[in-house]
């Protein structure tokens, strides 16, 4: 995806994009593979692949949910994705970037500081460490995380406000969603909406699932990790 098909897509997304964001996405772009030469960030260094897979893929969340104003979480952000891409296009978002990896998290602060990016914190914890003490913060919580739907969705629902949602951005869900409503039940959320499409030009297959959360989350979860691994809530 060159830049004009990329400026095109948005268009379909609803979002019309400025000369400085283009030039915002740019520096990340050649920030990215830099600082990849040092060390794994991303296995998708085209730049034609990075825009489409990352950059566009990133900003489908408009989709499915007003992203504006929002206090938002983006759960195993690795390089940033969606994330930073979303605080660049959405300016008045307020985000927090929580991934595991320390180096990971070295590049986020470099991004944020080139460019110049406010209201956008990074924690440097495991998923179901932070949550375990954050409860009930944020509007939204999302993930481009690979692991399952039933971890991501213990892993975040208590840092979702009542009322709030999850949305997990994933690919083919067939077996994702097997067992999945014992998880709901438990876990005090429902699902609102789902949204399936494929990527421009390549035509992978992507899947939004919105959750909307309806009571708070019990203290007992997330569990352990040991625990959350067995694919089975209690």
């Known amino acids: ?89 959405f300016p ?12 990971k998290c070295k590049f986020l602060k ?17 998923a179901e460490i932070y949550s375990k003490t954050t409860r009930e913060k944020y509007d939204i919580v999302t993930s481009r995380a690979v692991a399952p739907l039933k971890h991501l969705l213990e892993y975040s629902i208590s840092l979702v406000k009542v009322n709030g949602y999850y949305i997990a951005m994933k690919g083919d869900i067939s077996k994702d969603i097997i067992g999945i409503d014992t998880y709901e039940t438990k876990l005090g959320i429902k699902e609102e909406s789902r949204l399936s499409f494929k990527l421009p030009k390549e035509n992978s297959l992507r899947t939004l699932i919105k959750y909307k959360k309806m009571t708070k989350t019990s203290t007992k979860y997330p569990r352990k990790y040991t625990e959350i691994k067995k694919n089975k809530i209690i």
Do not use: W
């Open 92 to 103: 008045n978002l307020k985000i927090t970037l929580l991934d595991s990896t320390e180096k």
């Open 110 to 126: 470099l991004v944020i500081s080139e460019l110049n990016l406010n209201n956008i914190d990074i924690i440097n914890e495991r």
């Open 1 to 89: 995806m060159n830049k004009n098909e990329f400026i095109n897509a948005l268009k379909e997304l609803n979002i019309k994009i400025t000369p400085l964001q283009l030039e915002k996405l740019e520096t990340y772009y050649n920030l990215l593979i830099e600082e990849n030469k040092k060390y794994n960030l991303t296995a998708i260094t085209k730049k034609e692949d990075v825009y489409l897979k990352h950059f566009y893929d990133s900003l489908t969340l408009n989709k499915i949910i007003n992203l504006s104003n929002q206090y938002l979480c983006d759960i195993g952000t690795g390089a940033g994705f969606p994330g930073i891409v979303l605080k660049i296009i």
